[in-house]
């Protein structure tokens, strides 16, 4: 008896990938990773001879790909993580393991991580070669590591949604989800600090050399994108990630997860 | 010391759990006995740490509940069913098992040593959905013992169970014991603990009421007043007898039946038989309604509650 912790989670992670390797699931995702390219097609259809402009472009892929498409795969995977065992009632024997919930949580984290990251991928791919015309490479590098931090990122927070609210995770998900990341991350104001969104789109701008064409003093610029480098942006992405996933477990580890069925009293 | 519980106390809002509880029970093989809703389920989500006490303090094998260190000497076999259907047997017992610690090949290996041991090694590749009430029960008792712990505690393992099932569980239970292993087994049914230990809680609305032996608790149980149905050719004769010897509190005659209620049960058990002997009665049948666990739970909480 020596399998570590990571190994532990590792075993999760392996398990949670075997049991969701069903047709119904894999047809979903797939969908989730057809719309956007699928959409902009019609889009570029619809505007016939008409160039959709580079930034424009660039913008209609991030929000279909890194954005929706991403932020639908983590949310159907992640946030009924732990709602799922408890509804179930397969929690209890995940429970009474050493550091059980740790594992099962940080293991299912990972595979919706992973589960995710092929569609925001492939739509982020598909979604460029559809799109756009010229600079076509650096559209891809940037759009695809887009997706990449927003399943990431997400993913995190959709888990921590699922630890704080297990009975309402999916209803609390979307108001999340539309409260936050759709409004509040638009609001130039100190709340859209924290929001997911609005550090993806200052890396969008950044990496797209958006902020080239713009002065840095430019108020409404400012305003929207903030600032600080690429990197900055990153560093703050993924300490708000492992922020939320150290709070998940903290909570995890205090919390009582009994369902009254499982009490006789 | 398999388990200590100082004045614990668990409150679900307004409604207690488990009342101010106090026991220690040495290693071995324990039954926690109680009606549906007596706080069973309560006293085995503190043991195991799913719940935390709102007062007092509890350990087990020395350990404090939710001490990942408690936690890998412990199997335990929850009252509900919460398996996943889509997965074979093996692959569940597996997967725990490595949760428990073990590397995947070593999980393996004690998942179908587990499977072999609840008779299951032959169908453990079958998807659990396909399985009936009595395969499942075994493949989560399998999962309870694939990392051979100290102590198994088992949450009404044979509910549901149809007499073949039932006689497997016991006989894997009673091997279980015989090797030395600790058992704290919960269950709202006598008969299903009695084969397997002599050693009882009784508890009923949160509160221990009695704990020791059988005989222990038949010993405290002739203290507290019980009914006692007779059917016999003179009812009356008999009826004047009892009132004489002060051996009886109240009494009824209906025809040929006699009901009387005494808190010396030993003495009138020992009367009646003497008048029978002597042939001075003919008795056709003796009934004690206390003999059900129901009744004998009311009867304690009657003690308990200062009434008796």
Redesign the interface.
Known sequence: ???TLI??IV??FQ?EW??AL?WPRMTWMATLALFPPALLLLMRWTAGSFEIPWQGAAIAIFALAPSIACIMAVFLWATPSISSELE?????????????PV??LLGKYLAAVTWALPVGLIASTLSTLVLVREQVLRMLVVQNSLAILSCIAYAAVFLLIGVIVPKRAMVVGIIYGILFEAAASTIPAAINLITIQHRLRCLLVRGLGFDESMAEDNVVFQAYFGQGSLLWHTGILLAMTLAFLVIAVAILRWR????A????? | MLLSLEQVTRL?GI????NDVTLTLPEGAHGILGP???????LL?LI?????PSKGKLTVLGHSPRD??L??R?G?L???????A??SAI?WVT??T???????S??RQRACRAMERVQLADVQDRKISTFSRGMRQRTRLA?AIA?EPELLILDEAFSGLDPIARHTMTTLLQQWIAEGRSLLIASHVLHEIESLTRSFLLISG?RLLASGSTEEISRLLTSVPATVELTLNEPRKLAAQLVASGLIDSVRVEADRLHATTGSGRELAQFLAEQSVNGALEIFEVRSSDDSLQDVFHSLMKLHRGIA
């Open positions: 008896m020596n399998a190994e532990r075993a999760v398990f075997r049991r069903t179930g009632r397969s929690w209890v024997y995940l429970a009474v393991r050493p550091d059980g594992a099962v009582e997860f009994t369902t069925s499982e009490t006789d009293t | 679900y409604v207690i759990g488990v549906n809703g007596a706080g069973k389920s309560t989500n195991t740490g799913q719940l935390r990942p260190a936690l890998r412990l335990y929850p009252g509900s069913e919460g398996m996943y889509d997965v692959e997967y725990l490595q949760l428990q610690g073990f590397r995947a070593d999980a999962q990392h949160g």
